[in-house]
Structure formats: structure tokens, C-alpha cells
């Protein structure tokens, strides 16, 4: 079992829709979440970052961490065509802060 | 002015041969990474370094070697390529740890392929 369980889609959806994106994961020792978003042939780049649990929002985006379930969302509102891109999860602990670990990604598509 | 450079951005190669991937930030991070990213989109670290000292190391077969002249550049040198080595390649950096701000710079990423 990986660390990290992220539903690979393809999750397709038409504009303007909101958007659910979740990680599952299994080490309780994580403490910082992240969410990177890769476009086709790019590397990723940071969307969000969250301590521990609660809510972190940013325009259209709200992060979500629940750490007695293990769980972490992304949601995207009022979705757009520029949206569309693989979404990965990322975590660590404080123990190994320097190292990174990712959900293999959702692939999200956003119809015109 | 790209943050995190990497050359070359494809390598197409024969089993057996030897490559090298370089990487350039000019961010003036302290921390540099080697990430790969398999066919099914799956990123898994393989090296870090802090000023220019090893501190991650995962479990990574010994044909991989990974050098880091100075803060600003991190290269990896492949040995005896394999079918299985084929993925992308990503570098990446960050100032301190990349929990610290959760912030990582990638590179556009090096995509081996091994015939």
C-alpha cells in the first residue's frame, strides 16, 4: 500500500462545475500538505499549502486537511478550461521535512 | 529567465549507455532535488541536497549517481541504462526544507527513454 492514495481519473467536468479532489494517506506522523497542479509536458508548481488540519482558501481554490481521518481535499469552484491539468497531493512530517511525498495524481479535463 | 533549468530535456539512448541530466536554479536556494516521474504520473523523490551535502538518499540502484558541485547545480549521471529507467526527470529546489513553505521549484522535466 502507498503512502499516498490519489485517484488517477480522468475526472472530466463542464465549466463552471466545482471540482472535489481527495488524497487519502496512511502515515499520521505528516504535519504540511500541499497541492501542486502539472499541465501536460510541465513540471509541477505549488497551488496550495496547509499546516496540520483545517481550511485554506484562495480565490478559487479551498484546501481542506482532515488528520483523524487521514484525508485531504481540493476544491476548485467555478471551474475553467485552464483548469484542466493533473492535480497532485503532496505531505511530509517534521521529522523528514525535506522530503516530499506525492499521490500519483488526478488528471482533471474542464469542458468549454 | 527560467528558475530551475534542465538539459537535456529529451534523451533518447540505447540499453547499456551511459547519460548525464544537468540542472541550473537561480533562485539562490540552498536545497536541490532529483524527483522521477514514471509512466502513470507517480513522483518519487531519489536524491536532495543542502549546500552541497547529501541528505536524502533513497533506495535508488548504485547506477544512479547524483553530483552537486555548488548550491546552484545538481547533476545525475546514469550507468548501464535499463528499460526500467525510462520516466521523466525532474529537478527541483527549495530554500531549507520544502515543508518549511511546502514550496518546490521544478524544472521542466528530462524524458529518458531506453530502447
Known amino acids: 500500500q502507498k503512502e499516498v492514495e490519489q485517484d488517477p481519473g480522468p475526472l472530466s467536468v463542464p465549466e463552471g462545475a466545482i471540482v472535489s479532489l481527495n488524497c487519502t494517506y496512511s502515515?499520521?506522523?505528516?504535519?504540511?500538505f500541499m497541492w501542486y497542479r502539472q499541465y501536460s509536458r510541465k513540471g509541477p508548481e505549488l497551488l496550495m499549502y496547509?499546516?496540520?488540519?483545517g481550511n485554506k482558501e484562495d480565490g478559487r481554490f479551498t484546501a481542506q486537511v482532515d488528520k483523524s481521518s487521514k484525508y485531504i481535499s481540493l476544491f476548485i469552484r467555478d471551474s475553467q478550461p485552464s483548469d484542466s491539468a493533473t492535480y497532485l497531493c503532496a505531505m511530509s512530517g517534521m521529522d523528514s521535512s525535506y522530503k516530499l511525498i506525492f499521490g500519483s495524481g488526478t488528471r482533471l479535463l474542464v469542458r468549454p | 529567465d527560467t528558475a530551475v533549468s534542465q538539459t537535456p530535456k529529451y534523451l533518447v539512448t540505447q540499453m547499456g549507455n551511459d547519460k548525464s541530466i544537468k540542472c541550473e536554479q537561480n533562485l539562490g536556494h540552498d536545497t536541490m532535488y532529483w524527483y522521477k516521474q514514471d509512466s502513470k504520473k507517480f513522483l518519487k523523490i531519489m536524491f536532495s541536497?543542502?549546500?552541497?551535502?547529501?541528505?536524502i538518499n533513497e533506495t535508488v540502484p548504485n547506477r544512479f549517481s547524483p553530483k552537486s558541485p555548488d548550491k546552484a547545480h545538481l547533476n545525475l549521471h546514469i550507468n548501464s541504462l535499463e528499460l526500467g529507467d525510462s520516466a521523466v526527470y525532474f529537478c527541483a529546489s527549495s530554500q531549507g526544507s520544502a515543508s518549511r513553505t511546502g514550496e518546490l521549484f521544478f524544472g521542466e522535466g528530462s524524458r529518458l527513454t531506453v530502447l
Open positions: 502515515n499520521s506522523a505528516f504535519q504540511y
Open positions: 496547509t499546516y496540520s488540519s
Open positions: 541536497y543542502n549546500n552541497k551535502e547529501l541528505i
